[in-house]
């Protein structure tokens, strides 16, 4: 005979628990960490809900700004870029949300193209939160920086924002001891001249995501030598994970030994962009400590 599904004895439950949690005080943790659990999921649904918000927010934003603005429509990779700046201003957001409101803060937004992180954090974190802040965008691109500046027009923000033409690796550019330091998509060595800058300035934090590894990112001559002395087969795509991870590994380490308590996180999935890893970099006490040594 086949057992009635959905009919259970309705001791059973209990049953289970008591030969899996002899005492009370094991029902209350099981019970409370069901309770937990359930939290989690909620508050893990609504984060993905605001997620959305924010995206969508953004898009709009981005519409505005620049796209309409040039006469053309959005494309499916304007809306992934709408996720992954929505991705980083979570991130900025919750890094002013710590931070105590007396003294104002200062974002640099470095290889900025065409600075949508850094107009967006001017007016849906700062704004947003009230707190005082200005922005500075570094761009060598000129064409990029007369965009970011007509772009500075509609955006309609009290927050102060500098755009300089520059080279992010040159220390000229860069302010003493910047709050947030943000470079989405610092294409080849411009990822290791952001690092350099915002930890020789002591940037606060550091959010990096490096985009495409030329053979001219300095850690991937060496990496490739490695690969030669090691053996590694030449197949491209074999290849270039091995040379990848060396210059992550060194990215990661130089951040670390500069007194950065670093993170490596995926901040946006892999089916939004192939360069979807954000090193989140915060300058330590003993960094601090270093810097003040005679
Ligand atoms: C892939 S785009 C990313 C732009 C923007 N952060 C974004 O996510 O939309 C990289 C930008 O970095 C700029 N760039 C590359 N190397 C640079 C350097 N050494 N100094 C300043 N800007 C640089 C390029 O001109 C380009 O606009």
Redesign the pocket.
């Known amino acids: 005979m086949s057992p009635k599904l959905g009919r259970r004895p309705r001791h059973r439950g209990r049953l289970i628990h008591a030969e899996k949690f002899p005492d009370d005080k094991d029902l209350i943790t099981s019970s409370s960490s069901s309770l937990l659990f359930l939290r989690s999921l909620r508050s893990l649904r609504s984060a993905i809900t605001n997620m959305k918000d924010r995206a969508h927010q953004v898009e709009a934003w981005l519409d505005r700004l620049y796209i309409a603005a040039e006469g053309a429509g959005l494309r499916d990779e304007d809306r992934r ?1 709408a996720i992954e700046v929505a991705a980083i201003l979570e991130e900025i957001e919750r890094a002013v949300e710590r931070w105590s409101a007396r003294r104002p803060l200062v974002l640099v937004d470095a ?4 600075s ?2 850094g107009l967006l954090a001017a007016s849906l974190v700062f704004d947003k939160l009230e707190r005082q802040a200005r922005v500075i965008v ?4 000129r064409r ?1 920086v007369d965009l970011t500046a007509a772009a500075i027009g509609r955006l309609g923000t009290r927050v102060p924002i500098e755009c300089r033409e ?4 040159d220390p000229a550019v860069w302010p003493d001891e910047p709050d947030i330091v943000v470079a ?4 080849g060595p ?1 990822s290791d ?1 952001v690092l350099d800058r915002a930890t020789g300035s002591r940037a606060r934090l550091l959010l990096l995501v490096p ?1 495409c590894t030329s053979d001219s990112v300095p850690s991937a001559a060496e990496a490739m030598r490695e690969a030669t002395r090691l053996g590694i087969p030449r197949q491209a795509p074999v290849r270039r994970r091995f040379i990848q991870a060396l210059v992550d590994a060194d990215r990661t380490r130089r951040l670390e030994s500069a007194g950065y308590r670093t993170e490596v996180v995926e901040f946006v999935g892999a089916t939004v962009t192939p360069h979807n890893l954000l090193w989140r970099a915060r300058r330590t006490r003993q960094a601090a400590a270093d810097r003040d040594e005679p």
Do not use: M, S, W
């Open positions: 870029k290889a900025a193209g065409k949508y992180v570094l761009e060598r691109n990029l520059a080279d992010v690796a989405l998509h610092a294409c411009a001249a985009c």
